[in-house]
Nanobody, 128 residues
Framework: QVQLVESGGGLVQAGGSLTLSCAAS????????MGWFRQAPGKDREFVAA????????YYTDSVKGRFTISRDIPKNTVYMQMNSLKPEDTAVYYC?????????????????????WGQGTQVTVSS
């Protein structure tokens, strides 16, 4: 079992920046991938970014490319997402997700079903 604890959300003006953190913990666990999803009111949960834990390869949805950066700290089992040039449409609850087991083939990083564990979510509000 893996527990995920997010932090770093808040209220920021358009054009501002925030950094989200997600720390994974548990007993004798390993990580294969971690990702960030978000859900705005009245909308479905959508993929934002993901990182392969061993290779460090990163993946982004088009709307955040060039503005958001996902990274990891392996010894701390923590994933970060630096969010710059925030827009009002980035307003959502942001969820951290993790997959602990390997994947045969090309992992569908953007699909929620790839991930086994989820955080409780952290609110990000961008004012115009």
């Amino acid at each position: 079992q893996v527990q995920l604890v997010e932090s770093g959300g808040g209220l920021v003006q358009a054009g501002g920046s925030l950094t989200l953190s997600c720390a994974a913990s548990g007993h004798a666990f390993s990580l294969y991938a971690m990702g960030w999803f978000r859900q705005a009111p009245g909308k479905d949960r959508e993929f934002v970014a993901a990182i392969n834990w061993s290779t460090g390869n990163t993946y982004y949805t088009d709307s955040v490319k060039g503005r958001f950066t996902i990274s990891r700290d392996i010894p701390k089992n923590t994933v970060y997402m630096q969010m710059n040039s925030l827009k009002p449409e980035d307003t959502a609850v942001y969820y951290c997700a993790a997959r602990s087991s390997g994947y045969a083939g090309i992992p569908p990083y953007s699909l929620p079903g790839l991930y086994d564990y989820w955080g409780q979510g952290t609110q990000v509000t961008v004012s115009s």
